[in-house]
């Protein structure tokens, strides 16, 4: 009881401390002065040592002129007691790198590791984040990570490449979140979406009609346990995302993706170019991803299907055909785009066809058994 007392006392002595110093109504320019002469790791003891000035230095750290972070790749290793977090951050056009490399390559990069989510996110607010290029976020267990970013980051943020490697049921709700905050993402890719037992109707809310409106490329796959994607699911959003540009969906539903198809060549999409004269390409990949047995032969038997869907639709052409070999098939479906008045605008669209060989907890490589490419202008 004492110790509690003691506590208790020395916050009180401590605010009272802080106030009779006047730090809180020093002019702009001594409060810039005096942040940017602190260090990350300055922040970090300040907070062991006044919780009421480490709250003063969040409050006014945007008076600074912050070093623009364009480049974010996070990895938790939930193993590690000591430094679980690690942190490769870029700057400017090297960013653009961190896409396609990991952490260990050799592009100019500086990594950064955290014995906790606090310091991680104390780390991200020393910096101008408000326009990445690129955000990976990793696989966490135990740590709700959507929600630490969804408190480190400003809102209204723009990110280029979202690359989020999991998203399972636990993440749902704080995953919907981070994504409502930050509606202005180019690219969405969700390598593995993990939800053995959620329904098709739940998806419907896993991503805000906001987050469609910019997006030029989306990205999902669900593991071979999960059938939580549907076809009215793919409606909305090809049909609510003007600059989509293209799609890559993933299962082990074969008649999911045979109903995706078919809504590819029909559903209607809002009007998206300004410019009746160009010429726009829309990608669709369906890919065939789980762990079977007879995998070959549960593609084999989608691209039979798809070949005879595609033979129902008008204006279909199929251009070219080769098996075991280089197995592709080319499809080509063109009309002119209603909302030219001259009929001079053409949209193209192509599907390609995948298979992924793998299981829930592997997401390997595909193996490229068949191509199947559509068009529609």
């Not at 929600?147 to 723009?158: F, P, W």
Request: net charge positive; aromatic share 12%.
């Amino acid at each position: 009881m004492d110790s509690e007392c003691s506590i208790m006392d020395s916050s009180s002595n401590e605010k009272h401390s802080e106030q009779q110093n006047g730090i809180f109504i020093l002019p702009d320019n001594l409060i810039i002065r005096i942040l940017s002469e602190l260090s990350w790791k300055d922040i970090l003891n300040v907070r062991r040592v006044s919780r009421s000035f480490s709250n003063f230095i969040y409050e006014n750290y945007h008076l600074l002129d912050r070093r623009k972070l364009r480049g974010v790749s996070i990895e938790c290793d939930e193993n590690c007691e000591g430094c679980p977090f690690s942190v490769a951050i870029t700057y400017d056009a090297v960013a653009r790198f961190m896409v396609w490399v990991p952490l260990h390559s050799q592009f100019p990069k500086k990594t950064i590791n955290f014995q906790n989510d606090e310091e991680m996110s104390i780390f991200f607010k020393m910096f101008d984040m408000k326009n990445l290029y690129n955000l990976t976020i990793p696989v966490v267990d135990n740590i709700d990570i959507f929600d630490i970013l969804t408190r480190s980051l400003q809102i209204g943020t723009k990110i280029t490449f979202l690359n989020v490697y999991r998203v399972a049921e636990k993440d749902f709700k704080s995953f919907r979140k981070f994504v409502g905050k930050f509606p202005r993402i180019s690219d969405l890719s969700i390598y593995h979406l993990c939800f053995p037992s959620t329904k098709a109707k739940d998806v419907q809310s896993l991503l805000p009609s906001s987050s469609f409106r910019k997006i030029k490329s989306f990205s999902i796959k669900e593991c071979h346990r999960t059938k939580i994607l549907s076809a009215d699911f793919f409606t909305k959003l090809f049909r609510n995302s003007p600059k989509i540009e293209k799609f890559s969906i993933g299962s082990g539903n074969i008649e999911f993706l045979k109903s995706v198809f078919k809504q590819y060549f029909t559903v209607e999409q809002s009007r998206r170019l300004k410019d009746r004269y160009c010429y726009k390409e829309i990608r669709l990949e369906l890919i065939l991803n789980g762990k079977f047995k007879n995998l070959r032969n549960r593609f084999e038997r989608l691209c039979i299907d798809i070949t005879n869907c595609s033979s129902e639709l008008e204006n279909v052409e199929e251009v070219g055909y080769k098996v075991r070999t280089m197995e592709w098939v080319d499809f080509k479906y063109i009309m002119d785009c209603k909302y030219c008045l001259e009929d001079r605008h053409k949209v193209k669209r192509i599907v390609t066809l995948q298979s992924f060989d793998n299981t829930c907890q592997e997401m390997g490589k595909p193996h490229y058994y068949y191509l199947s490419q559509m068009t529609k202008i």
